[in-house]
């Protein structure tokens, strides 16, 4: 979507391997989120960050999972020791200020995790 | 869970109809959203209804909102086949988070 990408567009890597998926928003935008889709799933929310706040981590599934925000703009979502279950379309949205609630979705990363 | 449901899961309709499909969720809100998915990816939006809305319009979308049945309906009329997607409802409880349905699956078959 406008506004919001994502690196890599696609990502396979092996059982047990390390990986960080970036999300590049405009400037501006209120709040973060982190987004997770299984195949033919709806969204499970995993994080998301607003202002200096302490990030909300309650949709983190694991330890292996954590996410930074650097400068108030780019973000990093991380997996480490990555298993076959974590094989997902990972999804960044915004919320972009101004009082506005919906939410504007980057293009995702496709990891696939062999 | 707050999490919405779709209903149906899947729907195809030839070009020219109407397409209905309905959302029901669990809590209160503070507004309910449509998105819309093409091809897996990135989410887009689609319309908004607040709850002390009751109905919305938006070009062909229709979206109905009935908080005392904890439901909400998108009706896309005079459907094209470009509108071959999977549409997700959403709802927002608190000032930031939103919970999405499972989706469902639209085909218009030209």
């Known amino acids: 979507g406008a506004g919001v990408s994502q690196s890599p567009s696609n990502k396979v890597t092996e059982k047990g391997k390390d990986v960080e998926l970036r999300c590049d928003p405009i400037?501006?935008?209120?709040?973060l989120y982190w987004y997770r889709q299984s195949l033919g799933q709806g969204l499970e929310f995993l994080i998301y960050?607003?202002?200096?706040?302490?990030?909300?981590k309650s949709g983190l599934p694991s330890d292996r999972f954590s996410a930074e925000r650097t400068g108030g703009s780019v973000s990093t979502l991380t997996i480490q020791r990555t298993q076959q279950e974590d094989s997902a379309v990972y999804l960044c949205a915004i919320k972009p200020g101004g009082g506005y609630n919906e939410q504007f979705f980057g293009p995702g990363t496709r990891l696939t995790v062999l | 869970s707050q999490q919405g449901e779709e209903d149906p899961q899947a729907l195809s309709i030839q070009e020219g109809e109407n397409a209905t499909m309905n959302c029901s969720y669990k809590t209160s809100i503070n507004n309910l959203q449509w998105y819309r998915q093409n091809s897996g990816r990135g989410l887009v939006h689609l319309i908004l209804i607040r709850s002390n809305e009751r109905e919305k319009h938006s070009g062909r979308l229709r979206v109905t909102l009935d908080t005392s049945k904890k439901s909400s309906s998108l009706l896309i009329t005079a459907s094209r086949a470009a509108d071959t997607a999977s549409y997700f409802c959403?709802?927002?409880?608190?000032?930031?988070?939103?919970?999405f349905g499972t989706g469902t699956r639209l085909t218009v078959i030209p």
């Open positions: 400037s501006g935008h209120t709040a």
């Open positions: 960050f607003q202002g200096n706040s302490a990030p909300d």
């Open positions: 959403a709802t927002q409880t608190g000032a930031n988070n939103l919970f």
